[in-house]
């Protein structure tokens, strides 16, 4: 069994663009004058960041458990999803194709759903990629179809989608 989370370093960042669109947001809406326009604009941009300041707090509190029987993520909202179950495993690269290459930049999610639930998870947090390595193991098992997007990842981050346990 090895437990996950996310570091508070690499979640810093996140509150500090959370807080500084939420207070450009808000304070554009408390200075300016109150016509329909602005505040439709400023009130959702100001939303859209407290959203995502919510989500960053998620991720602060989850806690990822992965064991031999499967993944659960415990925070704010608990899921689990046993890796008999997984019927679905999605590794995304969100960022330009040079930092992609030059390992500068951007960001991986990976998305495993079964047994009605599903976990999606960052690259931020700690042991990322024997997490994946262990869904591309039980994905395999269950003769989970992986789509070409996520084989191609995979092997960008060393997993073999065929033969995950090696490298």
């Known amino acids: 069994m090895t437990v996950h989370r996310y570091p508070r370093r690499a979640l810093v960042g996140d509150y500090v663009r959370a807080a500084v669109g939420l207070g450009v947001g808000l304070g554009v809406l408390i200075a300016g004058p109150p016509m329909p326009a602005i505040i439709a604009i400023f009130g959702g941009i100001a939303l859209l960041f407290l959203v995502f300041g919510l989500r960053t707090l998620q991720r602060q509190l989850v806690q990822v458990t992965v ?14 999803v046993p890796w008999q179950t997984l019927d679905r495993l999605r590794l995304r690269y969100y960022g330009t194709r ?23 998870l960052e690259s931020s947090i700690d042991g990322f990629d024997e997490i994946v390595r262990q869904a591309a193991i039980a994905a395999q098992a269950n003769g989970v179809s992986v789509d070409p997007a996520s084989a191609g990842n995979l092997l960008g981050l060393g997993v073999d989608a065929d033969a995950p346990g090696k490298r």
């Open 67 to 80: 064991t031999g029987d499967g993944i659960s993520a415990a925070g704010l909202i608990s899921r689990s």
């Open 98 to 120: 040079r930092q992609q290459r030059e390992n500068s930049g951007g960001f991986w999610q990976l998305t495993l759903r079964g047994g009605g639930a599903s976990v999606r």
